[in-house]
């Protein structure tokens, strides 16, 4: 073993071996990340939300899905008393699994006896469904239900094998081989002698068990799971899948994705697939196939991502738009899909040292991820919209939601995959804090956290952070265990920090967006401090992006800001608001405030929105503190919107007098 979490041999794994508790575990790469066995969150921003997922949300998911009636369907089979009647979509297995999954990242992080008893208890449950050749589904192949695989493109039965897969990863890296991990291997065994070069020439219509598959192979050193997962990749984009109304872009079957330029059509499954690519691509050495993921994830967060990081702008398919179709009022932005961004922007830094794919990480971590669940862990947001016109009707007490589109948080929804998503994501944030390479540490996303490792050389070293980061932008290291041989502190420094300084025996020096580094032979007791530019900052969307053309945002530190109706003079007034671009925003209290004001109607109330043109001469700038209608705007982090209840809300405020658009209004 060469670090936390890089396995030498892989049958170590088999026997329970290293359990260094990482998500991702790449066969190369410029950095090795570490697992939950090196770092720990201790309270702060993030840590305080895996408490909540710890005691709230994990409980909370069983409990659906029992009373849904999706955990029965595992009984049924194993007692042959399935029928047309089954409950849930066809994918509903996989939500079981990644419930499993975030229990087991629990018990890695926390060791709690009740997501032990849970794991043991639920597996039980699966492992009584699964067939003798080792096929695993609740919703075909037996009594009353369709055939085996008999409907690729909708049915998700490898979807739902992928799902299982990562599951019996996750139990490897933190526990070891049990029976979950026998059900996983005998359920991998079997798609790779179905569909293997000799086998039937399919591929599933929501990818994910290519990134089961690969995890699986490295976790157990089974070469063969891999290059099954490598087969999935290039039969697709050839037209495998039968044609739907949607087009074959949905399943990315258009276009091989080695040629292809761009993410398209389903948002989860462009996602899930591209993080298999980087999967293989890495294993492989295959650097044709990670230049075109890379040409791909260049595109798309150029051209076809939100503010917030997300993605998805179009709700028919919950996919991406064409370039610069990015509405605020009608953006889907799926929570899954800010996972599934982070899954693949994390296996292209380890792959490729660029610290622009840990910016998107956290953007999209404090800006979907953290904006899902509620404060009590116990309802979520499916999609995730820049812009609510109305206020939602409350959906506490409704039980289950038939709509992703809620405007509030809910306990539950008929396609309920976002809220285990979010669950196993928080179990397994340590894994996406920090990495080593063969010259020291390097720290990716900041918060209250405990560091130990060891490098290749077998030097051990240890660090405290401390900070309260975003609330401020002070990143304090301790070191607090070291050989006192030279090593390399390497401590991302985001885009959007343009001022940031590095501070240490008493010096300040400034540092630019990338990487800081710091290579010394630390002693114990030598703090390093990177200070980041946490402050409010206006940001201005490119004259393309139609919907938004001649509108800011706030944005403090990785955090994007919006308005609530709640904090209006007038209550529901949101689309009346205008603010002025050329007085800062100020931050007080650590609440940003803007100058703005309600506007009156351009002309009265009429039957036709488009009245003629009479005047469009620029109105002279008057910016004088003290003209007539003008208040100071309270904004909240966007992640915490509807937390006081319903409100119609924007991120993106319409400017007035402004140069936003390069122009003045």
């Known amino acids: 073993m060469t670090d936390g979490c890089t396995v030498t ?24 990340p570490l697992g939950l066995a090196d ?9 305080g939300r895996q408490e909540v997922n710890a005691t709230a949300t994990l409980a ?13 369907n595992f009984d049924r089979v194993a007692e042959g008393s399935t029928g ?61 239900q369709p055939a085996r695989y008999s409907d690729l493109e909708h049915g998700h039965e490898l979807y739902n094998t992928g799902h299982l897969l990562q599951a019996a990863v996750a139990r490897l890296r933190t526990t070891g081989a049990d029976g979950l991990v026998e059900v996983a291997r005998r359920a991998a065994d079997h798609v790779c002698g179905t569909f293997g070069a000799d086998g039937r020439n399919g591929i599933c219509g929501h990818p994910e068990i290519e990134v089961g598959l690969v995890e699986l192979g490295r976790a157990l050193g089974v070469d063969r799971y891999v290059e099954q997962a490598a087969l999935f990749l290039e039969r697709r984009g050839h037209g495998t899948l039968r044609e739907m109304p949607l087009g074959r872009a949905y399943f990315q079957d258009d276009v091989p994705i080695r040629q292809a330029d761009t993410w398209r059509g389903h948002a989860v499954r462009a996602l899930y697939l591209s993080a298999a690519a980087v999967d293989v691509a890495t294993d492989r050495d295959d650097r044709d196939l990670l230049d075109a993921v890379q040409r791909q994830w260049r595109h798309a967060v150029a051209r076809r991502t939100y503010l917030t990081g997300g993605m998805g702008s179009r709700h028919q398919d919950e996919g991406f738009g064409e370039d610069w179709e990015l509405p605020p009022d009608r953006a889907y932005c799926e929570t899954c899909a800010g996972v599934a961004s982070i899954m693949v922007s994390w296996r292209l830094f380890l792959a490729t040292g660029d610290p622009r794919y840990t910016d998107l990480v956290e953007r999209t971590l404090y800006n979907v991820v953290a904006t899902s669940p509620s404060s009590d862990g116990r309802a979520f947001f499916y999609a995730n919209p820049l812009h609510q016109r109305t206020p939602a009707a409350s959906t506490a007490g409704a039980g289950v939601s038939p709509r992703a589109e809620t405007g509030t948080r809910s306990a539950w929804f008929e396609v309920s995959c976002c ?5 196993r994501t928080l179990a397994s944030l340590a894994g996406y804090v920090a ?3 063969d010259g020291g540490l390097q720290i990716h996303q900041y918060a209250p956290a405990t560091i130990r490792t060891r490098l290749p050389d077998g030097q051990r070293l240890a660090v405290r952070v401390e900070t309260d980061y975003p609330a401020s932008g002070g990143i304090h290291v301790h070191v607090t265990e070291g050989s006192g041989q030279p090593w390399t502190l390497s401590l991302r420094v985001p885009a959007w920090a343009a001022g940031a300084r590095l501070v240490h025996d008493g010096r300040s020096t400034p540092v630019t967006p990338g990487m800081a580094t710091l290579h010394r ?28 053309r001649g509108c800011v945002a706030v944005e403090r530190g990785p955090e994007v800001l919006c308005v609530e109706s709640h904090d209006l003079p007038a209550g529901d007034a949101i689309d009346s608001l205008e603010i002025d671009p050329f007085v800062p925003p100020r931050d007080v209290d650590g609440v940003v405030r803007v100058r703005g004001r309600l506007a009156a109607p351009a002309v009265p109330e009429q039957d036709w929105p488009y009245p003629a043109a009479v005047d469009i001469a620029p109105a002279a700038v008057d910016i004088a503190p003290a003209a007539a209608g003008w208040f100071e705007v309270p904004l909240r982090p966007y992640h915490s919107w509807a937390r006081r209840g319903p409100s119609s ?3 993106w405020l319409p400017a007035t007098r402004s140069h936003a658009d390069g122009h003045s209004s």
């Open 9 to 32: 041999d892989p049958l170590q794994a088999t026997g329970g071996g290293p359990r260094h508790g990482c998500p991702v575990l790449p066969a190369r790469g410029v950095f090795r």
């Open 39 to 47: 770092v720990s969150l201790d309270g702060g921003f993030w840590g």
């Open 60 to 72: 909370h998911c069983e409990e659906w899905m029992e009373r849904v009636g999706w955990l029965a």
């Open 84 to 144: 047309p009647d089954r409950p849930g979509w066809p994918f509903s297995d996989s939500e079981v699994y990644k419930l499993v999954e975030a229990l087991c990242w629990e018990v890695g992080r926390s060791g709690a006896p009740t997501a032990e008893t849970a794991i043991r208890r639920l597996t039980a449950r699966i492992a009584r469904a699964q067939d003798p050749d080792g096929y695993l589904n609740t919703c075909f192949g037996h009594s009353s």
């Open 419 to 423: 809220p285990t998503n979010v669950a």
């Open 435 to 437: 990495t080593t390479d």
């Open 521 to 548: 032979a630390f002693q114990i007791g030598d703090v390093i401090t990177l200070e980041l530019p946490v402050r409010p900052r206006l940001s201005r969307p490119d004259r393309r992006i139609d919907a938004v």
């Open 649 to 651: 809300m924007r991120v």
